[in-house]
């Protein structure tokens, strides 16, 4: 039977480590609301923006003009050699399988293109996917930490500026951008998308009698270029805002079910606790008996 010292010890180390887990959860659980109040607000921005977008480029498509270019953006029909893939996960752990999610999507992806001999640039933010592939001896092109913990606008521009010139100096012919998002406070999506080239299926060529029904003029374009850019930009801030949301409800769930373990388990060794107990009190009463016996 265990000594009672040391099961002692051991429900009161449990015991701290419920208090850890739960403190986590309510931390994650605070900042889970701030980061969707700000996704909201994120998501509002790019709906606008994406809505702005499609009005110009379907008020070019619609144009017959055989001098009309859309831009290298806009087409899909390129044969496909090199790809980039900008992916993000976390900063910390502590939040079940939410960056493995991510990075086995990102090993399948690299698989895939790898066996139809198409090469594959990887574009990091988040430590945990920056150090699985360190570990793994898998080049990446570009990593930044801190970015994926604390989304910044002007930091994720800078970051995917790259991606935006090589693509358009023809260096790469495709941006995919995968990470684990937000779904609601119990589950997490991954989300697959291609940044660049932008779908035309997406872009519905229309008749509106908005105030972008007008003659295409040289800026109209310089705008939508403008506007592709910031469409860019703006789909990997949200995607940071959105991964954040989504770390942070499975931290709140990891730390749930870790608190709910340790109370299993104090509950667990107070019952081994209380059977020792048990059995020191009869050994003591059988020595005493005993002993009163001997005496007769």
């Known amino acids: 039977m265990a000594n009672l010292k040391d099961i002692s010890r051991q429900i009161k180390s449990v015991k701290n480590t419920q208090k850890t887990t739960k403190a986590m959860k309510l931390v994650s659980s605070a900042k889970l609301r701030r980061t969707q109040q700000l996704a909201q607000q994120a998501k509002s921005y790019a709906s606008k923006i994406n809505e702005i977008l499609t009005e110009i480029a379907s008020n070019l498509h619609n144009v017959k003009d055989d001098n009309l270019d859309l831009g290298r953006a806009f087409k899909r029909d390129g044969e496909i050699k090199v790809v980039d893939v900008v992916f993000v996960t976390a900063d910390k752990g502590l939040c079940g399988g939410f960056n493995m999610t991510t ?47 604390a989304p910044n606008y002007e ?17 790469t012919d495709s941006v995919i951008l995968v990470y684990n998002g937000f779904k609601n406070m119990l589950t997490q999506e ?35 270029d403008e506007l592709v850019k910031k469409y860019i930009e703006f789909n990997i801030f949200y995607a940071l805002i959105d991964s954040l949301s ?32 048990q059995a020191a009190i009869t050994t003591e009463l059988i020595e005493i008996i005993s002993g009163v016996e001997a005496l007769k």
């Open 155 to 171: 930091k994720a521009s800078h970051f995917i500026s790259d991606v935006y010139e090589e693509f358009n100096d023809e260096q």
């Open 190 to 224: 991954l989300k697959v998308k291609t940044l660049l080239p932008i779908d035309m299926e997406d872009v519905k060529v229309k008749v509106s009698n908005s105030m972008m029904e007008v003659e295409p003029e040289d800026d109209e374009q310089d705008v939508l």
């Open 103 to 149: 990075i086995r999507e990102v090993r399948n992806l690299l698989k895939d293109y790898s066996a139809k001999g198409i090469k594959v640039n990887l574009r990091a933010v988040g430590r945990k996917g920056i150090d699985y592939f360190n570990f793994q001896n898998v080049e990446l092109l570009q990593k930044e930490i801190g970015l994926s913990s």
């Open 246 to 277: 989504a770390e942070h409800s499975a931290r709140m769930q990891a730390m749930d079910n870790a608190t709910n373990n340790a109370k299993q388990k104090v509950n667990d060794l107070t019952v081994q606790f209380n059977k020792a107990r």
